[in-house]
């Protein structure tokens, strides 16, 4: 029996480094966690970019199809027919139109974990001083009988 029980040190070790695997590896839930977010990220940015993309659709077919629109266009970026003039006044400037913003490029960060290696010396730290605490009792145990 004194043999089994010094077992129980290393299951101990297998048991602390399958936990910390399970919860802080390159495969665990934390980084499972951190993925996911960066996934819905991802995904609201798409959306984003589906809206701007709409938006401009509908701008250039309206362009293509309406010639007034086009001229309005046209005089707010400073062009004018050819039988138009313009009065410029100093510090007004050409209207310009909003900026459509082509979308934000969003990458997906690698996640954070801990290396399997550290895993397993603290797997093996445990196991080690759960084997000689019980080590060390037994021998206390023997000096006292």
């Known amino acids: ?7 129980y040190a290393f299951w101990a070790g297998i ?3 399958a936990a910390l695997a399970v919860l802080f590896g390159a495969s665990g839930l934390f980084a499972y966690r951190q993925l996911e977010r ?19 659709e509908n701008t250039t077919s309206s362009l ?6 086009l001229a309005v266009y ?28 082509p979308g934000e490029l969003i ?4 996640p954070q974990y801990i290396a399997d290696t550290t ?6 730290c445990t196991g080690l001083t759960l084997f000689l605490s019980m080590l060390l009792f037994d021998i206390l145990k023997n000096v006292r009988e």
């Open 64 to 69: 293509i199809y309406d010639r007034d629109l």
């Open 119 to 124: 895993l397993r010396i603290i797997a093996l």
């Open 15 to 17: 048991l602390v480094y």
């Open 107 to 110: 990458s997906a960060g690698e």
């Open 1 to 7: 029996m004194k043999v089994v029980k010094y077992l």
């Open 38 to 56: 960066d996934q819905r990220q991802q995904e609201a940015n798409i959306e984003s970019l589906m809206l701007t993309r709409t938006e401009l």
């Open 74 to 101: 046209a005089r707010e970026q400073g062009y004018a027919a050819s039988h138009e003039r313009f009065i410029r006044i100093v510090g007004l400037g050409v209207g310009q139109r909003l900026q459509i913003s």
